[in-house]
């Protein structure tokens, strides 16, 4: 009988510093959307500045992703953990002081190109340090730690903005990084170790600056169209960025030929697997951000629920998801593609039984009365998504998991700005107009609904199946070269 390898307690170490880097990131935008309001009010600030608010956020953070993903890569993890939390956490800093709406986008910009640094670190590091016996706990605890974030931001966003602690307000919402992060940055100093790359590193520039000018020329108009009054006149330049992006796989081709490091791994989109799993990446994320910010919408403004009624209301949702998140890591070795459409089932019910309770019961809701479709949704959440990541990177080599990582994180960010853009333009557009905030999230949901349609298909369709024969036994698990001292 073989035994499993040890873990020594220096990696489980390294990994609570970039998991609770990762908290920070998926706390911050979940608890923002519940406490916009609060900070519109606090600010007098306009709806579009509040829209900055999320979009500066997400904006940034998509653009750095991939890039922050071959640095790691190239540079290895440390210095670039590193570098990101002490730049978030300056950053919230920066939001909690802000005195006007202009410098707090500012930070939450800073906010967003910081976490970019922090985000394709994880499973990276989950890779160098932990043997493949156990990288199954190790994804656990990051599932867990994402579920804990998904659910704490909500409720936390709504106490806080409630309470009005000290008399901060919404500030204390920025205010409660500084700890964690403070906490983070000493377990990454101590315990995170430094590799050494095998030769010095060619990066690619003009691939990152493609890259960036194509995500850019997407998101935007995604993200600022239906603010302009006519979005269909911006739409063209996604479009544009769509072109600009096409053309980064022949520029990647040549930098390889040249020796340099390329952007995008040159395996990345060979075959159908990553393809595909960032694909359902993408709808999955537009569906749930473009939820949670209609649906707060309509809960406040429409139905005249407070932050702190609105953050227990949803809560079912981020419990949820947080008890499948758990259920998900021994449950995906055993049924891996099945477990994925399982999920994307639950999903598109409890959208749908969300659908039907929210325009059925209209102006006389109650948090009751929509209690099965966010528990639907969220087991549906819970069950999907860290299999998806997992299942999804499982394949990539270990030279070019950053880069990986990275696009396949954008995916969802790009997803997350389109189905926002989508949503909210049908939602806004018919909320203003006779028919009101019941028949505005209909439609919404309505949309959210074909996206959940989308991902399922394309899992049971899209994604290749497994084979039948069982995987060779597990032998050796070499790793890249690491420092044998660790640094600090």
């Given at each position: 009988?073989?035994?499993?390898?040890t873990v020594p307690r220096s990696s489980w170490l390294a990994l609570s510093a970039v998991l609770l880097a990762g908290f920070l990131h998926t706390f911050d935008v979940t608890v923002v959307s519940?406490?916009?309001?609060?900070?519109?009010?606090?600010?007098?600030?306009s709806d579009a500045a509040v829209q900055w608010l999320l979009a500066g956020y997400s904006l940034a953070f998509a653009l750095l992703l991939v890039t922050a993903g071959r640095l790691g890569d190239a540079y290895g993890r440390r210095p670039l953990v590193l570098a990101g939390i002490v730049a978030f956490t300056a950053a919230s800093a920066l939001c909690a002081a802000a005195p006007g709406?202009?410098?707090?986008?500012?930070?939450?910009?800073l906010q967003g190109l910081s976490a970019a640094l922090l985000a394709p670190q994880i499973a990276p590091v989950i890779i160098l340090l932990f043997p493949q016996p156990r990288r199954g706990a190790a994804f656990g605890v990051q599932a867990a730690v994402i579920a804990a974030a998904t659910c704490s931001g909500p409720v936390l966003g709504g106490l806080l903005a409630h309470a009005d602690l000290f008399g901060l307000g919404w500030r204390a919402v920025f205010l409660v990084n500084l700890p964690v992060g403070a906490i983070a940055l000493v377990l990454?100093?101590?315990?995170?170790?430094?590799?050494?790359?095998?030769?010095?590193p060619r990066l690619d520039p003009a691939g990152v600056g493609v890259a960036t000018a194509g995500l850019l020329l997407l998101l935007v108009p995604l993200v600022e169209g239906r603010e302009t009054g006519r979005p269909w006149l911006v739409m063209p330049l996604a479009l544009v960025g769509l072109a600009v992006l096409a053309g980064l796989a022949p520029l990647q081709r040549r930098a390889e030929r040249a020796g340099r490091t390329p952007l995008?791994?040159?395996?990345?989109?060979?075959?159908?697997?990553?393809?595909?799993?960032?694909?359902?990446?993408?709808?999955?994320?537009?569906?749930v951000a473009s939820f949670f910010l209609v649906y707060v919408v309509h809960l406040q403004d429409g139905l005249g629920f407070s932050a702190k009624e609105t953050g227990f209301t949803l809560l079912p949702f981020a419990l949820s998801a947080a008890v499948a998140s758990g259920a998900s890591v021994p449950l995906t070795g055993r049924l891996g593609r099945r477990l994925l459409e399982a999920g994307s089932v639950l999903m598109t019910l409890g959208t749908a039984v969300l659908l039907w309770l929210t325009v059925a019961?209209?102006?006389?809701?109650?948090?009751?009365h929509i209690v099965p479709g966010l528990v639907l949704c969220g087991a549906g959440m819970g069950l999907l998504s860290p299999p998806l990541y997992n299942i999804t990177l499982s394949a990539m080599s270990r030279g070019g998991i950053g880069s990986a990582s990275g696009v396949f994180s954008t995916f969802g960010?790009?997803?997350?700005?389109?189905?926002?853009?989508l949503v909210g333009s049908v939602f806004y557009g018919l909320s203003r107009g006779a028919a009101g905030s019941t028949t505005a999230i209909g439609w919404a949901l309505a949309c959210q609904l074909t996206m959940s349609l989308l991902a399922l298909a394309l899992l049971r369709f899209g994604l290749p199946r497994p084979p039948h024969h069982?995987?060779?036994?597990?032998?050796?698990?070499?790793?890249?070269?690491?420092?044998?001292?660790l640094p600090g």
């Open positions: 009988m073989t035994t499993r390898p519940v406490a916009a309001p609060s900070i519109q009010d606090g600010l007098g600030a709406t202009g410098v707090l986008i500012t930070a939450r910009v990454a100093a101590l315990w995170l170790p430094a590799e050494t790359p095998a030769r010095a995008l791994t040159p395996d990345l989109f060979r075959g159908r697997a990553f393809p595909a799993g960032a694909s359902v990446n993408f709808l999955v994320m537009g569906s019961q209209g102006s006389a809701l109650r948090p009751l960010q790009v997803g997350n700005a389109f189905g926002v853009a069982p995987p060779a036994p597990h032998t050796t698990d070499p790793k890249p070269t690491v420092r044998e001292t």
